[in-house]
Nanobody, 128 residues
Framework: QVQLRESGGGSVQAGGSLRLTCDVDRDSFVSYVMGWFRRSPGKELEFVAAINWNGGTTSFADSVKGRFSISRDNDKNTMWLQMNGLKSDDTGVYYC?????????????????????WGRGTQVTVAS
């Protein structure tokens, strides 16, 4: 079973920044599409951002576009989510996820059901 571990969550004032990290325990990380999802209070799990295997293709939810960026380092088996201009609506538990299906392609998915492996999540709290 592939293990994913998130870190970097915390509490911040509105307008602040956080950087989330997702570490994966397999070198097969290089071929995974990686994504971030979040569950905000009272809401269902929603897509935040995703990146294909080489970082050439990315996708963002409309609610975070222009404020969040996603990146990865295949030598370190690590992915990051840089979150700037945080708002209270960004509060939630953030999960990283891996999709091993697409391999070395430009394809990425925004659908949680397409992701095979999940971390346990990290809490982000934004105070207004």
């Amino acid at each position: 079973q592939v293990q994913l571990r998130e870190s970097g969550g915390g509490s911040v004032q509105a307008g602040g920044s956080l950087r989330l990290t997702c570490d994966v325990d397999r070198d097969s990380f290089v071929s995974y599409v990686m994504g971030w999802f979040r569950r905000s209070p009272g809401k269902e799990l929603e897509f935040v951002a995703a990146i294909n295997w080489n970082g050439g293709t990315t996708s963002f939810a409309d609610s975070v576009k222009g404020r969040f960026s996603i990146s990865r380092d295949n030598d370190k088996n690590t992915m990051w989510l840089q979150m700037n201009g945080l708002k209270s609506d960004d509060t939630g538990v953030y999960y990283c996820a891996a999709d091993h299906g697409p391999g070395f392609t430009d394809y990425i998915s925004r659908e949680k059901n397409e992701y095979d492996y999940w971390g346990r999540g990290t809490q982000v709290t934004v105070a207004s």
